[in-house]
């Protein structure tokens, strides 16, 4: 999901009760260039797919909202989105692009990480200006992953697994670990990816 160019980003973070804890990825004065994990392969959509048709690196915030609100903090820096949890709920930011059908993946380092700390991709967001509904796709700090439906449309939310937590050697867990994780999204179906490897595939139709 993301905004128009011509209407100011904005985050409307939602509570998550049903969550467990959300990752603290403090910002950092120190500088780190995120080390590939694997060597692309065929099976990697990152390899088969191609030039991107659109990339951001990270070089100024004018695709992010980085205000600060009481769910997360935002900053460009050196060249990457520093995002830091402020409470122990999902937060999120969108970007300015609509997607339906897609491949998309992000390369990133938590910094003190642990147990069910997490970060990840919220894709399909039906409406960007109330961002209450839309997918989550997850990683956390002990090397799991989920693939989860948000609707905080009505209160309290509901969190529905469509994956429940999962381990994967594909994922490097813990502090300072870099990963990146990308989605396919092809009409109801999704395929998710770790550092190229495939994990899973999930259905839903919902959005």
Do not use: H
Not at 11 to 36: K, Q
Not at 59 to 85: F, M, R
Not at 94 to 99: A, E, P, R, S
Request: charged letters at 20%.
């Amino acid at each position: 999901g993301g905004l128009p160019t011509n209407t100011p980003p904005i985050s409307v973070p939602t509570l998550a009760p049903t969550e467990t804890p959300a990752p603290t990825l403090e910002p950092t004065a120190t500088e780190w260039a995120p080390e590939p994990t694997t060597t692309l392969s065929g099976n990697d959509p990152a390899y088969r797919l191609g030039t991107p048709s659109w990339e951001d690196p990270m070089d100024t915030g004018d695709n992010w909202p980085l205000e600060s609100d009481q769910y997360t903090a935002a900053a460009i820096k050196d060249g990457y989105l520093q995002l830091t949890g402020l409470k122990k709920d999902n937060g999120w930011r969108l970007t300015i692009n609509d997607l339906e059908n897609f491949y998309m993946d992000m390369t990133v380092q938590s910094n003190d990480c642990s147990g069910t700390d997490r970060y990840g991709l919220m894709v399909r967001v039906p409406s960007r200006k109330e961002a209450n509904r839309g997918y989550w796709f997850q990683i956390n700090c002990r090397g799991q992953y989920a693939f989860q439906k948000w609707d905080g449309s009505e209160e309290p939310g509901k969190v529905t697994g469509i994956i429940g937590w999962t381990s994967n050697a594909a994922i490097n867990p813990g502090s300072m670990a870099t990963n990146r994780i990308g989605i396919m999204a092809m009409g109801d179906t999704f395929t998710l990816y770790a550092n190229g490897v495939k994990l899973a595939t999930a259905k839903d139709d919902t959005w």
